[in-house]
């Protein structure tokens, strides 16, 4: 008679911590706090279970993952254009996205999930255009937060 009750104290107990997951919004914009083309905001700190929703404010963006900038076990992701796409982050670690169409004018952002356990592989993505730099600000980021 005990097992039911375990199978429903733990049901119960996995519930609670979707009840406490954070939905996070980004918005795709073609001008920001932070210049033209961005992900506002382009540096996101969540923890397992939280969601990430991109809503595209201006037209013709998309969020997509970055490959080789994701944590094991995490699924790649890849929004249409002009649509929203609503992200569950499931695995600690460090998630590159891109808009596609604006990649190389810089319009990426970083979702940083727990610990950042994949930092020095997403670091080592080769990047190019305005990503590179604002990618490396936002890494810098990351190395902030480590340090408080």
């Known amino acids: 008679m005990k097992l039911p009750l375990i199978?429903?104290?733990i049901a119960l107990l996995s519930l609670a911590g979707a009840a406490n997951a954070e939905e996070h919004l980004v918005q795709m914009l073609n001008k920001g706090e932070k210049g033209s083309m961005v992900f506002e905001p382009a540096y996101i700190r969540a923890v397992p279970g939280d969601t990430i929703k991109f809503v595209p404010t201006d037209k013709s963006h998309n969020a997509e993952s970055v490959k080789g900038m994701l944590p094991d076990g995490a699924e790649a992701f890849k929004g249409k254009p002009n649509a929203e796409i609503t992200v569950t982050v499931t695995q600690e670690g460090v998630y590159g996205v891109k808009c596609a169409p604006h990649y190389g004018m810089g319009m990426v952002a970083l979702i940083v999930v727990g610990k950042p356990?994949?930092?020095d592989a997403a670091q080592a993505v080769k990047q190019?255009?305005?990503a590179k730099?604002?990618?490396a600000g936002l890494f810098g980021e990351v190395t902030k937060a480590a340090s408080n």
């Open 7 to 9: 199978a429903a104290a």
């Open 117 to 119: 356990v994949n930092l």
């Open 128 to 130: 190019t255009g305005k």
């Open 133 to 135: 730099t604002v990618f």
